[in-house]
């Protein structure tokens, strides 16, 4: 993996896990959107410029791939580099989690 990107997306924002996580399947933006509301409780909004700019970001650095076009939305899917860095963000949530547990 290039130490550039490990150092651009981990830690990850927010913005970046949640696009992620929603990529492990086809998906479009709108439907990122919808999911990532859902599976926060609302809690997290993600404003259609943020998203859309990371989508492209997100493609450009190989993140996630165009799929295909469905009704005018462009679906996208979670690449191996994606699902590499996904996986080191979920390692280093856990740990955060598991320091926390362990202080109390």
């Keep these: 993996m290039d130490p550039h990107l ?4 981990v830690p990850m924002t927010e913005t970046a896990f949640y696009i992620l996580l929603c ?6 933006g709108y439907g990122i959107l919808q999911q990532t509301e859902k599976m926060t409780g609302g ?3 993600l404003s259609p410029g943020t998203l859309y ?3 492209s970001k997100m493609e450009k650095d190989g993140l996630i791939a165009f799929v ?3 009704e005018k939305r462009r679906l996208y899917r979670l690449t191996a580099l994606g699902e590499e860095l996904l996986a080191l963000e979920k390692k280093r949530i856990a740990r ?4 926390m ?4």
Aim: charged letters at 45%.
């Design 6 to 9: 490990k150092k651009v997306y």
């Design 23 to 28: 990529l492990r399947r086809e998906n479009h």
């Design 43 to 45: 809690e997290i909004r």
């Design 53 to 55: 700019g990371s989508l």
């Design 68 to 70: 295909r076009e469905e």
């Design 96 to 99: 955060l989690y598991r320091n």
């Design 101 to 104: 547990q362990e202080a109390n």
